[in-house]
């Protein structure tokens, strides 16, 4: 499913095309792809709202396959293995941020499903060494949301600097903040959610969140920490109220409509902003074997590869329940 010109994710942007597979070069690894989830991110790439780096593009960043075939050089993955595929798709491995555990960083890094072509297909070309194991608790499709929203809401846990017990704050609770939840319980954690949907809320309760309410409302107590997940810096600002002093906002976002003026008193005692990028390999194995550990439970909804502009309209309209997952 190819985008060749962003568009209202209504007039479906992406658009059904036939190519035959190559073979992997050096280093490469050839998935046949079983799940692919689908990203905020990918909706942002497709209407527009997020700068396309190449055009045309496959997109589609959490990617579960089997090898179909190895490249040159390729000793630690064998034909018939599953691998996961995330946002990372390589890094320079040589710079001083790849050289100190912040390969997130790397100004030559590229992305799956932004610089080469993602999920959104029946085959993916990947690098071997950004591929992922994935732990055997979790069948395909369940996999899929672990590997963006599920990565990510672990990192910015780690930007938030939430310590177990703490108070938590979570703005917004679509996919990934449905798994940040989890993990934050398992540590312990107090969590207090913000989202305009009612259906979101009662899911927030159930899943052991103690206080749920809208933006616009304070959450009983001052929050240690906060993790936004809304593209709205309106979002953020509400979260910034309401944490206590000393406390960060991890704003989980790539993309934001931007960032509201506001009197400085609302960042004034030590509270912090923080932005969450990307995640590193070392992330993602953590996050992956702390999932199967919990277990984290995913919920997503399934469509067939051809119905990636139906995933994505639903997506625009807040309809997804928990995730959306395209089956190959
Ligand atoms: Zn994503
Ligand atoms: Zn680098």
Redesign the pocket.
């Known amino acids: 499913m190819l985008l060749e010109r962003p568009a209202p994710a209504a007039a479906g942007p992406l658009r059904a095309v036939t190519r035959a597979p190559e073979a992997p070069g050096p280093g490469q690894l050839l998935l046949r792809i079983a799940a692919c989830g689908v ?4 909706l942002q790439l497709c209407e527009g709202d997020l700068a396309p780096r190449k055009m045309p593009i496959v997109p589609g ?2 990617i579960v396959g089997r090898i179909e075939a190895v490249g040159d050089g390729v000793s630690d993955w064998r034909a018939g293995d599953r691998a996961g595929v995330a ?1 990372l798709a390589g890094t320079c491995g040589v710079c001083d941020k790849c050289r100190s555990e912040r390969e997130n960083l790397c100004a030559s890094a590229t992305f799956t499903g932004w610089d080469v072509d993602g999920g959104y297909a029946t085959h993916a070309m990947v690098r071997a060494d950004f591929a992922l194991r994935l732990p055997d608790a979790f069948d395909d499709l369940a996999a899929a949301p672990l590997l ?2 599920g990565v ?1 809401g672990y990192r910015s846990l780690k930007r938030s600097a939430i310590a177990p017990g703490g108070r938590l704050g979570l703005y917004g609770f679509g996919a990934s903040a449905l798994i940040t939840l989890q993990v934050a319980r398992h540590w312990g954690c107090r969590v207090f959610v913000a989202t305009r949907s009612t259906a979101e809320r009662e899911r927030a309760r159930s899943l052991g969140a103690e206080w749920t309410g809208g933006y616009g409302d304070a959450p009983p107590e001052p929050l240690d920490a906060a993790i936004t997940f809304a593209p709205s810096g309106d979002v953020v600002r509400a979260a910034l109220r309401a944490v206590d002093r000393g406390a960060t906002v991890a704003i989980n976002a790539i993309h934001l409509d931007r960032l509201p003026e506001m009197p400085y008193e609302e960042l004034w005692w030590e509270r912090r902003l923080a932005s969450v990028a990307n995640f590193t390999r070392a992330d993602a194995r953590e996050f992956l074997a702390l999932a199967a550990q919990i277990p984290v439970k995913t919920s997503f909804e399934t469509h067939p590869l051809a119905d990636a502009n139906v995933a994505l309209a639903r997506l625009s309209r807040g309809e997804v329940d928990g995730a959306a997952v395209l089956v190959t």
């Open positions: 990203c905020r991110t990918d960043h959490q946002w963006c929203g990510i």
